[in-house]
């Protein structure tokens, strides 16, 4: 497999369940703003969406959307319990939660990067991010993780997009539920050598 990938993107998020289930995969690093391979091919041409994150399986079939590739690779391993099992009440919540965040944090934090937007526009949007915060609370001051049973798929995807608040000036220590989320999440080895890998 062929994870293609751009530093501080949401594609870190498959790349530490990559490392997570232990399956081999190639790193290729994309520039967003060329739309090149580290080698000069053109990303478009492997995802006309033009974004990462994007898998490229052995038979060549390219998978994009992060809710969509977590959850074909944590289904490669069952027995890692990265996803609970297909057709189970907790599956319905793991796919509840990869929603959650990818409309309202992701969808929330990526609006955040449009330098087009006036200062008035990015403060409505981030009132109405720190509501989703603070659903977020919600469970994580109860529970370690997003799911009772323990670090899921959606954990990594969490965690990733929540590195980019401080770019917004973002204290995340107004909400400790979420600091302790990510001091938690930091300190998996497979958390430790994506970063490690993605920051060279």
Known sequence: MKLYYAP??????PHIVLRELDLPF?????????KRTASGADFL????????AALQL?????????????QYLADLRPETNLAP???????????????????EIHGGLGWLFNVQFPEEVKALIKEKLFK??????QTLERQDYLLAG??????????????????????????????QFQARVDERPAVKAALAAELV
């Open 150 to 179: 323990g670090f899921s798929i959606a954990d990594a995807y969490l965690f990733t997009v929540l590195r980019w608040a401080p770019l917004f000036s973002i204290d995340l220590n107004e909400w400790p539920a979420l600091v």
């Open 26 to 34: 190639a790193l290729i690093r994309v520039d967003n703003r060329t």
């Open 45 to 52: 041409a492997i995802n006309p969406k033009g974004y990462v």
């Open 85 to 103: 099992a297909q057709r189970t009440f907790e599956r319905v919540r793991l796919q509840e939660w990869l929603n959650f965040v990818s409309t």
């Open 58 to 70: 052995d038979n060549g079939e390219v998978l994009t959307e992060g809710p969509a590739i977590l």
């Open 132 to 137: 989703r915060f603070a659903v977020l609370c």
């Open 8 to 13: 501080h993107a949401c594609s870190l998020a």
